[in-house]
């Protein structure tokens, strides 16, 4: 992963960051409000060498000293100094409780000793701190004092008595908050990271780009009248869910001036990614760009095409595999466009046998001669065979990813059952892709009757007519058979 992918891992997972962040702070006060108060009293010593002899006697005088308050220091802890402060309050406890709630250090190159008590009560450790270094005075003259008999040559005396603290020494509010916010920001992006390298559904551009190199030919921003308004012509013109399909529409173009795929069959690797919407609205948008368009209802399991445009499936396309009726007499005509409709017709028991046979690819081809594009919804790759076994007998395929939805190792399966039977994959269309965020696709779209996007209306329609005559131009240009359009659809 690079310095992007670790940014758009933060940027996904901002709410769980978050959360986890607040929880460490919520911890870290809550630690300060439980724990009971705790208050430090210091007192200092300072550590002499009782001698008065010259300037180099004091100097190694001086010496001598700070070599032994090092001694003086672990001293404080033993049962020599502690006991008889111990003593001298009355306390209920042993030298060796006491030893963890007193500290003594020193400088380096100082003859200064500080001894520091901790107490849950401001009043005891003062106490306890200066029992402790008046115990530690006699403690050191004792130990310093000649066996031959005389005075100690070492003398401790207190500069700084202890004084009753009025503000707690424990706990560190501000400390405890820095730490819980630390410690939960830590947890919130490891939780990230470890959540991105579980989670294998695909999300977005970058994650197609780890399974395919394929083109991306469009992506369909998230709509959450969607589900109640799937076609086209059903949202706003400058909405950005019109502009994706009209972006989508644009890139198909282009990827199949190659090869003239004149039928394109759209399917997904599950259910429920919206293959059959995208499959509408594409050719609705085809058909507003002024071609002949085809819409085929080649879902024999789910058909869902009739229900969004409102049309009779009782007869359309195993009507006319059957022989029952000639397929130009159940096309249904949709919209003010150029826009043919051939429904599912009636569910077969046997949709993979229909879809493979020699009539299916007999019909495709008649349409094919009517018609400047043919569009298929097709069943998804993985639940069953009939998408794979049609691919064969169309241009190309494009496949609707569902983002959010589908996971890598399923695309990649259907990748490559389409691989093996030698099908053309035009590209891969993102669908339910969020507006905005890590995973957004495009920029927003104008959405007033502004100049702008007027201008750009125009020149979209222009380019638009332009490139369809050229379209047609060089398709007709290919041989003696240039398409027609429906009713009549030829035999030739």
């Known amino acids: ?118 107490d849950q009560s401001p009043v005891q450790a003062a106490a306890i701190a200066q029992a402790v270094s008046d115990s530690l005075v006699r403690a050191v003259d004792s130990l310093e004092r000649p066996k031959t008999g005389g005075s100690s040559p070492v003398s401790l005396s207190i500069i700084k008595p202890a004084s009753a603290p009025t503000t707690p020494s424990a706990p560190n509010t501000r400390l405890n908050l820095f730490l819980g916010l630390l410690v939960g920001m830590a947890v919130g992006v490891l939780a990230a990271l470890l959540r991105t390298s579980l989670d294998t559904r695909i999300r977005g551009e970058a994650d197609l780009r780890k399974i395919t190199d394929g083109p991306l030919l469009g992506a369909i921003s998230f709509d959450s009248q969607a589900t ?141 001669i009517s018609f400047d594009a043919v569009i298929i919804d097709a069943p998804p790759l993985l639940p069953v065979t009939d998408a794979a076994v049609l691919s064969q007998h169309v241009g190309g395929v494009v496949i609707v990813v569902g983002t959010q939805k589908l996971r890598g190792q399923d695309l990649q399966k259907s990748i490559n059952a389409l691989d093996l039977v030698g099908s053309n994959i035009l590209g891969f269309v993102l669908n339910r892709l969020p507006a905005k965020g890590p995973d957004a696709y495009a920029y927003g779209y104008y959405t007033n009757e502004d100049k702008p996007r007027e201008q750009k209306d125009i020149a979209h329609d222009r380019f638009s007519k332009l490139y369809n005559e050229d379209l047609r131009g060089e398709l007709q240009s290919m041989g003696p058979n240039p398409p027609r359009r429906f009713p009549r659809i030829s035999d030739e």
């Open 228 to 368: 109640k308004k799937p076609l086209l012509t059903q949202s706003p013109p400058q909405s950005p869910r019109a502009e994706s399909f009209r972006q989508l529409r644009t890139n198909l173009q282009f990827a199949n001036i190659s090869d003239k795929a004149r039928t394109v069959l759209v399917t997904s690797s599950l259910p429920g990614e919206g293959k059959s919407t995208t499959a509408t609205n594409l050719a609705i948008a085809l058909a507003q760009a002024g071609q002949s368009v085809c819409l085929v209802d080649a879902d024999l399991r789910r058909p869902m095409v009739s229900e969004y445009l409102g049309l009779d499936r009782s007869a359309g396309l195993t009507t006319a595999l059957v022989g029952v009726a000639e397929v130009e007499d159940l096309l249904q005509p949709w919209g003010g466009d150029s826009l043919f409709v051939l429904t599912s017709g009636q569910i077969p028991p046997n949709p993979s046998e229909l879809l493979g046979s020699d009539e299916m690819k007999s019909l495709l081809s008649r349409l094919e």
């Open 1 to 118: 992963m690079d310095l992007l992918d670790y940014l758009r891992v933060l940027r996904r997972n901002w709410i769980l960051i978050a959360a986890a962040t607040l929880a460490g702070l919520l911890i870290g006060g809550a630690a300060s409000i439980l724990t009971r108060p705790t208050y430090t009293a210091d007192t200092q010593l300072f550590v002499a060498i009782q001698s008065s002899g010259t300037v180099q006697e004091l100097q190694q005088g001086n010496t001598f000293s700070q070599a032994r308050v090092q001694s003086y220091v672990k001293t404080v802890a033993s049962p020599i100094v502690l006991q008889p402060a111990i003593d001298s309050l009355g306390l209920q406890t042993t030298a060796d409780q006491l030893s963890t709630k007193v500290k003594a250090t020193t400088d380096d190159k100082t003859v200064l000793i500080t001894i520091a008590v901790s």
